[in-house]
């Protein structure tokens, strides 16, 4: 359960990372 939640975070925090890294590039 914990695995999980903690991996969905992880997601979560690498699409906003990655979306920020996009905006910042292009």
């Not at 979560?12 to 906003?16: A, D, E, G, K």
């Given at each position: 359960?914990?695995?999980i939640?903690?991996?969905k975070s992880l997601m979560?925090?690498?699409?906003?990372s990655?979306?920020?890294l996009?905006?910042?590039l292009f």
């Open positions: 359960m914990r695995l939640s903690s991996a979560t925090w690498f699409t906003i990655g979306m920020s996009i905006d910042f």
